[in-house]
């Protein structure tokens, strides 16, 4: 891999994700999703004004999500932003092709002066698998050997590999190469020692996904990463976490805000699943002190946030700012108070971390 020729941020960094949620209009109605579309970009404009760090988008293939292709959007975002770094929450790389991941993203990198990056995951929706011809059973060893396929294909050099899912790769290649040498890359956990071993082993930042519980469950992942570091002559590496938020001008607005959006969403992905419908006290409990969601004033998101950073030795924390049919304007109000009034208090307080290249 060659020198990076690009300094890292030297402040916490601070970033947005959203899985392109189906908003409701100021009637109540759903929006198209070609409406849904445009606003992302929107938002992501407005984040590059604002001066925050990243911004992600999923990828899904459901009615209540409006981005199916990541890498569309985001050269749509490229082209209208100047700083903000751009990639993806998350692609789902056991149904997808890795050697065409690579090469979207590197013609990403290109487009938007090096400011590319992919989130890898093997994804909690699993609509994808059957709607691209793979097999539930398959669904670990897909991820496992594309991951280091795709691992290969980070060096940007000529490689062999030779595995169970498709024919051999003999004296292969990727193009375009990125102008850094490589393609910045994490992998994203929801909760499983199995993948945090696998992302140290490959040496690919740790993306920390935290949509429910206690943050303080995932610090012995952060343990169990550093120490697998150290066990495969890995360099210390980054962690961020990815959660999900909404921010008002006070705690009780911001939750009546987000509230009904919330129970719609996990109502109807709770019917899916056998789940119980969500109480407004199992809401309570997540947007409080131990919880995992950061809803509430500025000053109340900013305390959560180094809070649960510092427990957990991050480097960059993404709020998940869509939330079901919240209405695109208050999407844009709270991506202005996180950058505005959020960002500073965060960034004044947390000093110690691994800086991301």
């Given at each position: 891999?060659k020198?990076?020729?690009?300094?890292?941020?030297?402040?916490?960094?601070?970033g947005?994700?959203?899985?392109?949620?189906?908003?409701?209009?100021?009637e109540?109605?759903?929006?198209?999703h070609?409406?849904v579309?445009?606003?992302?970009?929107?938002?992501a404009?407005l984040?590059d004004e604002?001066?925050?760090?990243?911004f992600?988008?999923?990828?899904?293939h459901?009615?209540d999500?409006?981005?199916?292709?990541p890498?569309?959007?985001?050269g749509?975002?490229a082209s209208?932003?100047?700083?903000?770094?751009?990639?993806?929450a998350?692609t789902?790389?056991?149904?997808?092709?890795p050697?065409?991941v690579?090469?979207?993203?590197?013609t990403?990198?290109a487009?938007s002066?090096?400011?590319?990056e992919?989130?890898l995951?093997?994804g909690?929706f699993?609509?994808?698998?059957?709607?691209?011809?793979?097999?539930m059973e398959d669904?670990?060893?897909l991820f496992?050997e594309?991951l280091?396929?795709?691992?290969?294909l980070?060096?940007?050099?000529?490689?062999?590999?030779?595995g169970?899912?498709?024919?051999?790769l003999?004296?292969?290649?990727?193009y375009p190469?990125?102008?850094r040498?490589?393609?910045?890359s994490?992998?994203?956990?929801?909760g499983?020692?199995e993948s945090v071993?696998r992302a140290?082993?490959h040496?690919?930042?740790?993306?920390?996904a935290?949509?429910?519980?206690?943050?303080?469950?995932?610090?012995?992942?952060?343990?169990?990463?550093?120490?697998a570091?150290a066990q495969?002559?890995?360099?210390?590496l980054?962690?961020s976490?990815?959660?999900?938020?909404?921010?008002?001008?006070?705690?009780?607005?911001?939750?009546s805000?987000?509230w009904?959006?919330?129970?719609?969403?996990?109502g109807r992905?709770?019917r899916?699943?056998g789940?119980p419908?969500?109480?407004?006290e199992q809401?309570?409990?997540?947007v409080g002190?131990?919880?995992?969601m950061?809803?509430?004033?500025p000053?109340?998101?900013?305390?959560k946030?180094?809070?649960?950073s510092?427990l957990l030795?991050a480097?960059r924390?993404d709020?998940k700012?869509?939330?079901?049919?919240?209405?695109?304007?208050q999407?844009?109000s709270s991506i202005?108070?996180?950058?505005?009034e959020?960002a500073?208090?965060?960034?004044?307080?947390i000093?110690?971390?691994t800086?991301?290249?």
């Open positions: 891999m020198e990076d020729s690009l300094l890292a941020n030297p402040m916490f960094q601070l947005l994700n959203t899985f392109g949620d189906v908003t409701r209009s100021a109540g109605q759903f929006e198209e070609h409406v579309l445009r606003n992302v970009v929107e938002e404009v984040a604002l001066g925050l760090d990243f992600g988008v999923g990828e899904h459901r009615d999500f409006a981005v199916t292709a890498e569309v959007v985001l749509a975002i209208r932003t100047e700083r903000i770094r751009l990639g993806t998350v789902v790389l056991n149904s997808d092709d050697i065409r690579y090469e979207r993203f590197a990403l990198d487009l002066n090096g400011r590319a992919v989130i995951g093997r909690s699993t609509e994808s698998f059957p709607l691209f011809g793979h097999r669904y670990e060893r496992e594309k280091e396929i795709f691992s290969l980070r060096n940007e050099d000529e490689f062999d590999w030779e169970t899912i498709r024919t051999p003999h004296k292969q290649r990727v190469t990125t102008e040498g490589s393609l910045r994490w992998i994203g956990v929801g499983s020692q071993v140290a082993r040496g690919i930042p740790l993306c920390l935290i949509i429910g519980g206690q943050p303080s469950r995932f610090t012995p992942f952060v343990d169990l990463y550093h120490r570091l495969f002559g890995q360099p210390n980054p962690v976490v990815h959660s999900p938020g909404h921010i008002a001008e006070t705690d009780d607005q911001a939750k805000e987000i009904p959006h919330y129970r719609e969403m996990f992905i709770g899916e699943r789940w419908p969500v109480t407004y809401f309570e409990f997540g002190p131990e919880g995992s950061y809803v509430g004033s000053e109340t998101v900013a305390q946030i180094i809070r649960n510092k030795q480097s924390f709020l700012y869509s939330n079901g049919g919240m209405p695109h304007e999407l844009m202005e108070l996180y950058a505005k959020v500073p208090i965060v960034r004044e307080a000093t110690d971390f800086p991301i290249p």
